[in-house]
């Protein structure tokens, strides 16, 4: 994939559709997305095989300090993926406004939410629109 992702850069979205495009296309989408099942046909000797295959994918398409930040021993690639998406959407959420109270709404409908939930990013866009229209 030709995107690193980083702390630095906002194309986080970017990452995510390029990932999931290589994702589809080599059939592991299961694997970073909860909502896909797991294929019937695929023992667990292989699924596991696949799992770190798709690990490697996120650790080799994110920086250094991102990868110190997501990385946990025997963490599933969704795993990483959710802590992925936790952390850039904390980072989204710091970034609201210097409202404490818009912070604050990010963060507790980011919790409410929970890992997966594309709603969040639609409120820290909202909530960014906002800030900035102030």
């Known amino acids: 994939m030709p995107v690193t992702l980083d702390h630095e850069d906002a194309q986080y979205a970017t990452w995510v559709e390029l990932f999931q495009i290589h994702a589809c296309a080599y059939n592991v989408l299961d694997h970073i997305d909860e909502k ?23 650790y080799t398409t994110i920086s250094k300090d991102l990868v110190n930040t997501i990385m946990k021993p025997g963490a599933t690639a969704q795993e990483l993926w959710s802590r992925l998406e936790e952390l850039v959407t904390r980072v989204q959420c710091r970034s609201v406004s210097d409202d404490p109270v818009d ?19 639609t409120v820290i866009g909202l909530l960014l629109k906002l800030a900035r229209d102030k």
């Open 36 to 58: 896909v099942k797991r294929p019937k046909d695929i023992d667990d000797e292989t699924w596991k095989r696949l799992d770190v295959l798709v690990k490697q994918w996120i």
């Open 103 to 121: 912070k604050n709404v990010c963060l507790l409908l980011m919790l409410a939410e929970g890992p997966g939930s594309d709603m969040g990013s």
